[in-house]
């Protein structure tokens, strides 16, 4: 039986941990775009023979420290062996120190047992952070061969940077160090820059100290459009982050973006198409999407769904409506009830469809959708948003002399996500006019269940007084201001 070769072995070995994993450093000079994905590694398994020469050197080891409480002398080979052994008993700390001093008496200069001490220190870095006396053994003894060691060229970063990669504050400095590499080159990938800091699948704890480091590094500071685009076309697609860490990723993202006015007006676009998106998140008022953001904070979903009805009341009006310059001021009412508003369907006829094809067009591209409105007989040029308040309708045409009409939902009702509406299922002519005098809303409140209010020079102070018999108020009555559009 021929025995495996580890002088070889050592020398095939050129980065921390891979002592059971290979990488391939070249290929990092490919990646030319933000989003490219991680470089997969694949393991080096050992022969058969060589598993069963490691089970021998750990049975010596537990023998000797059961009969006699001390390590026994353990070869060069041995020790060199042992170094393969990403199992190595941390836990035990009289083990593990004897093991230390093992290697240091014996002046073990073998580069590949650093490497591996190190890979091990870096997958239980939260255990060796917690006790202080391995950690400072293991420091000691590491920088100790580091410094000089003619083999530690290739983690001369290491041993140059001890504060850096030896320290509680460990994950936050390289998080740092690769948020500064990714300003100065954007086209470097995170997990490219994690791996040139010897962060590598399986160094568990302190990737993923690291990796969650990152994350609130780009939150924090997430006026900054790179960092943006971090957390969306690369932690968030990535392999590092769990269900609860994505669900935190959207929303604080979501939360921090409608707290900045400026950053919203600049980003808020991209974040939407890109939680739009079929295949990510898709517009969280459709029922077939809801299960997508179970897990999102419900303020963060509410505010999303307001970033919507937001978009649908400023498209309607601003690209549909005969009334561009929004002379009744109903663009500006309603984009100050957004956040009252559970949903919004715009509903679009054929005429509108064949001359705004453009804008509707784009629109689509940017995730949104919308339903047709046809009317049975006759031609049909107008087209209509319906607004869900909870507990009321309310439908505003694309003629501004039309009425606006509320319905309450008792007697109303209406499936939003249906692809055709026809114009008489919601334009009841039955439906009575409120008139202008504002001390009879409590009686159209209590008697009945839908209302006309024509857009008059009074029509609305009359709508935000019959609201408010449903709790509902603008962001104005609420002291809340509103950005310009």
């Known amino acids: ?20 994993l290979s990488f391939d450093t070249s290929e990092l000079e490919k990646i030319e775009k933000i989003n490219e994905g991680f470089i997969t590694t694949t393991a080096i398994k050992p022969p058969v023979h060589y598993r069963s020469e490691l089970r021998k050197i750990k049975n010596k080891i537990n023998a000797s420290l059961a009969k006699y409480d001390h390590m026994p002398e353990l070869t060069q080979r041995e020790l060199r062996i042992l170094a393969y052994d ?36 870096f997958k239980k870095y939260k255990y060796f952070i917690e006790n202080q006396d391995i950690f400072n053994l293991l420091r000691d003894l590491w920088l100790l061969w580091g410094k000089n060691s003619i083999h530690a060229n290739d983690l001369s970063d290491i041993v140059e940077a001890e504060d850096k990669y030896f320290s509680t504050y460990a994950p936050t400095k390289i998080a740092k160090c690769i948020l500064d590499s990714k300003e100065i080159d954007s086209r470097q990938s995170i997990d490219a820059l994690l791996s040139k800091h010897h962060l590598l699948l399986g160094t568990d704890d302190l990737l993923a100290e690291t990796y969650t480091c990152v994350i609130n590094l780009c939150l924090n500071g997430f006026r900054n459009r790179l960092y943006i685009n971090v957390l969306l076309y690369e932690i968030l697609p990535g392999n590092f982050v769990d269900e609860a860490q ?88 309603w984009l100050n009830l957004t956040d009252s508003i559970i949903n919004s369907r715009i509903f679009i006829s054929k005429y509108h469809y064949n001359n705004r094809r453009e804008v509707i067009k784009q629109a689509k591209g940017d995730g949104k959708d919308f339903s047709f409105l046809y009317c049975n007989s006759g031609s049909l040029n107008s087209s209509c948003i319906v607004i869900d308040l909870d507990n009321l309708y309310a439908i505003e045409f694309t003629e501004p002399d039309t009425a606006l009409y509320l319905y309450k939902k008792n007697t109303f009702n209406i499936d939003l996500t249906q692809d055709e509406l026809n114009i008489t299922d919601i334009k009841k002519i039955e439906t009575p006019a409120a008139t202008k005098d504002s001390k009879i809303l409590q009686f159209y409140y209590t008697n009945y269940n839908s209302l006309r209010f024509h857009h008059n020079d009074n029509w609305q102070y009359l709508v935000e007084k019959y609201l408010a018999f449903y709790n509902i108020r603008t962001k104005e009555r609420r002291g809340i201001s509103h950005p310009q559009t």
């Open 1 to 20: 039986m021929s025995m495996v070769d580890i002088e070889t072995l050592e020398k095939s070995v050129s980065l921390i941990g891979q002592s059971g």
């Open 86 to 121: 990403h199992d190595l008993p941390v836990n035990n700390k009289s083990i593990y120190k004897k093991l230390l001093e093992e290697i240091r008496t014996a002046n073990v200069s073998s580069s590949l047992i650093y490497r591996n001490l190190l890979f091990v220190y």
């Open 246 to 333: 994505t669900q935190h990723i959207v929303s604080e993202l979501i939360r921090l973006l409608d707290s900045d006015v400026d950053c919203r007006h600049i980003e808020g676009k991209n974040i939407e198409r890109y939680f739009l998106k079929h295949d990510r998140f898709g517009d969280p008022r459709k029922i077939r999407n809801i299960d997508n953001w179970n897990g999102i904070k419900a303020q963060s979903v509410r505010i999303f769904k307001s970033w919507l009805a937001e978009d649908d009341i400023t498209f309607f009006f601003k690209f549909l409506s005969d009334d561009g310059s929004d002379s009744y001021g109903r663009w500006a009412l």
